[in-house]
């Protein structure tokens, strides 16, 4: 069983910033890579970022350019900072991974972008 904790989410204005992190109970990220999702109300929960183990990253369209994933595997603690914040990235996100046998999220933080 992988614990992951998330923190970071917040209330932050539209344009400014927040890191998400998350925090493993052991090395998985550098085997396994991780990803974020984030699920808005009344919406389904999607992808947002992906990094592999060799540290290859993947964006959905509409935040690239404004978040970057990364990895700190000394840590086992993955983040996402958030840049140019807006309305529509309101949401709860998760972190995500797998191993062989399962996949693990954690508990989900809240952001939300408003004036």
């Known amino acids: 069983q992988v614990q992951l904790v998330e923190s970071g989410g917040g209330l932050v204005q539209p344009g400014g910033s927040l890191r998400l992190s998350c925090a493993a109970d052991?090395?998985?990220?550098?085997?396994?890579?991780m990803r974020w999702y984030r699920q808005a109300p009344g919406k389904k929960r999607e992808l947002v970022a992906a990094i592999s183990s060799s540290g290859s990253t993947n964006y959905i369209d509409s935040v690239k350019g404004r978040f970057s994933i990364s990895s700190d595997n000394a840590k086992n603690t993955a983040y996402l900072q958030m840049n140019s914040l807006k309305p529509e990235d309101t949401a709860v996100y998760y972190c995500?991974?797998?191993?062989?046998?399962?996949?693990?999220w954690g508990q989900g933080t809240q952001v939300t972008v408003s004036s």
């Open positions: 052991g090395r998985i990220f550098s085997i396994y890579g």
């Open positions: 995500n991974t797998n191993n062989q046998w399962s996949q693990y």
